[in-house]
Nanobody, 126 residues
Framework: QVQLVESGGGSVQAGGSLRLSCVAS????????MGWFRQAPGKEREGVAA????????YYADSVKGRFTISRDNAKNTLYLQMNSLQPEDTAMYYC???????????????????WGQGTQVTVSS
């Protein structure tokens, strides 16, 4: 079992920055990949960024490339999402997810992940 707890969300103005954190506990040693997803009201869940445990390869949605950075601190079992140049369209609930199965083929698709956090709200005003 893996437990994921997100934090760091909040309200910012357009152009601002936030850093989300996700602390993982449990069988994190078997995690193949971890990712950040978001869901805005009335919209489908969207994969934002993902990072592989082995090798550290990263993947980003086109909408956030160049603005968001995913990273992890294995010693602290913590996943981060640094979000810069935030825009109103980034407003959503952000979720951390972990894949403990086979390495994901499509790391930005939610079905690849076994465990999910409760989410942290990000609101960007214009």
């Amino acid at each position: 079992q893996v437990q994921l707890v997100e934090s760091g969300g909040g309200s910012v103005q357009a152009g601002g920055s936030l850093r989300l954190s996700c602390v993982a506990s449990g069988a994190t040693y078997s995690s193949q990949c971890m990712g950040w997803f978001r869901q805005a009201p009335g919209k489908e869940r969207e994969g934002v960024a993902a990072i592989f445990t082995r090798g550290g390869s990263t993947y980003y949605a086109d909408s956030v490339k160049g603005r968001f950075t995913i990273s992890r601190d294995n010693a602290k079992n913590t996943l981060y999402l640094q979000m810069n140049s935030l825009q109103p369209e980034d407003t959503a609930m952000y979720y951390c997810a972990a894949d403990l199965g086979s390495p994901p083929v499509a790391p930005l698709l939610g079905y690849e992940y076994n465990y999910w956090g409760q989410g942290t709200q990000v609101t960007v005003s214009s």
